[in-house]
């Protein structure tokens, strides 16, 4: 059974750093793209950052270019968001999700691609 459980979660103040992790396990891990959404209170669950299998091709949500790095070690079934420059605006539970479908070397963008999700972790950016 797939299981990705996210840490690295908190409280810190506006320009403040995070990361994020999500650890993986009952997948064979390396073979699959995996990906960072977010959701905030009252609003839909949207995409900010997605890697594929092998890392060399990652993509950003417009909001966060510059700020947040996704990345990856296959060794310790392990995916990190690494997020800079923070904003009131990226306060959300962040989820991470790996998908299904073994790898090639694009990344996915969109809910529907990802087939297991974690259970999330708090964000709060404070101003």
């Known amino acids: 059974q797939v299981q990705l459980i996210e840490s690295g979660g908190g409280l810190v103040q506006a320009g403040g750093s995070l990361r994020l992790s999500c650890a993986a396990s009952?997948?064979?891990?390396?073979?699959?793209?995996m990906a960072w959404f977010r959701q905030a209170p009252g609003k839909e669950r949207d995409f900010v950052a997605a890697?594929?299998?092998?890392?060399?091709?990652?993509g950003y949500a417009d909001s966060v270019k510059g700020r947040f790095t996704i990345s990856r070690d296959n060794a310790k079934n392990t995916v990190y968001l690494q997020m800079n420059s923070l904003k009131p605006e990226d306060t959300a539970v962040y989820y991470c999700?790996?998908?299904?479908?073994?790898?090639?070397?694009?990344?996915?963008?969109?809910?529907?691609?990802?087939?297991?999700w974690g259970q999330g972790t708090q964000v709060t950016v404070s101003s």
């Open positions: 999700a790996i998908r299904s479908t073994a790898g090639n070397t694009y990344y996915y963008t969109t809910i529907a691609n990802y087939a297991y």
């Open positions: 890697i594929s299998w092998s890392g060399g091709n990652t």
């Open positions: 009952g997948h064979t891990f390396s073979r699959y793209a």
